[in-house]
């Protein structure tokens, strides 16, 4: 089961910090530190896009971001909670989207339900 | 990066129809091809991985072929809760890239 954190309605230059809590892991056979995390941005009526990853593996958190997002985005994983985080600074207009965290072998089995953000003045 | 490519854009179609959707590669990513459907307000839901393998629990009227650059998504009898958006997405390489959709629409 994947849950993210709720919507948020923020202004232009702030910060969002969205979590994603995965749990289930050990009834599905595997850990939490087994697969990547990734991150994908939907603006309203438009597709999907990669954001980035994470490893959650506890001695690596190694990260891989979209250049698009390089710099102003920051994605960490707990493994004692379970929890993945993502933060994206410097919010402008074009980052109002929804947000899904998914996770699984190879592409993605297991999303989120969607966490909306939106930047407004 | 890899630019990913849907056609048709939008696909009117009835119940009982058999339909495809093709996505393009703009280089080879072998097999590396998933399917995904997503109905508004809802998270993506994977179909199939691999070009070809149904993911767990999706039913057999899904099938998917393709290799190298040309990919197609192929539903043998659709069904009402079919009418939904279906995406491609490359795993090959980093940054993971998505088609732009395609809408299936009931005619």
């Known amino acids: 089961q994947v849950v993210q954190s709720g919507a948020e309605v923020t202004k232009p230059g702030a910060t969002v910090r969205l979590s994603c809590k995965i749990s289930?892991?050990?009834?599905?056979?595997?850990?939490?530190?087994?697969?990547?995390i990734h991150w994908m941005q939907q603006a309203p009526g438009k597709g999907l896009e990669w954001v980035g990853l994470v490893d959650p593996e506890e001695a690596n958190g190694e990260t891989i971001y979209a250049a698009k997002f390089q710099g102003r985005v920051t994605m960490t994983a707990d493994t004692s909670t379970g929890t993945a985080y993502m933060e994206l600074r410097n919010l402008r207009s074009d980052d109002t989207a929804m947000y899904y965290c998914a996770t699984g072998d190879g592409p993605p089995e297991f999303w989120g339900q969607g966490a909306l953000v939106t930047v407004t003045a | 990066d890899i630019q990913m490519t849907q056609s048709p854009s939008t696909l009117s179609a009835s119940v009982g129809d058999r339909v495809s959707i093709t996505c393009r590669a703009s280089?080879?990513?072998?097999?590396?091809l998933a399917w995904y459907q997503q109905k508004p307000g809802k998270a993506p839901n994977l179909l199939i991985y691999k070009a070809s393998i149904l993911q767990s629990g999706v039913p057999a009227r899904f099938s998917g072929s393709g290799s190298g650059t040309e990919f197609t998504l192929t539903i043998s009898s659709l069904q009402p809760d079919d009418f939904a958006t279906y995406y491609c997405q490359q795993y090959d390489s980093y940054p993971w890239t998505f088609g732009q959709g395609t809408k299936v629409e009931i005619k």
């Open positions: 289930g892991y050990s009834d599905a056979g595997y850990t939490f530190s087994d697969y990547y």
């Open positions: 280089q080879s990513i072998s097999r590396w």
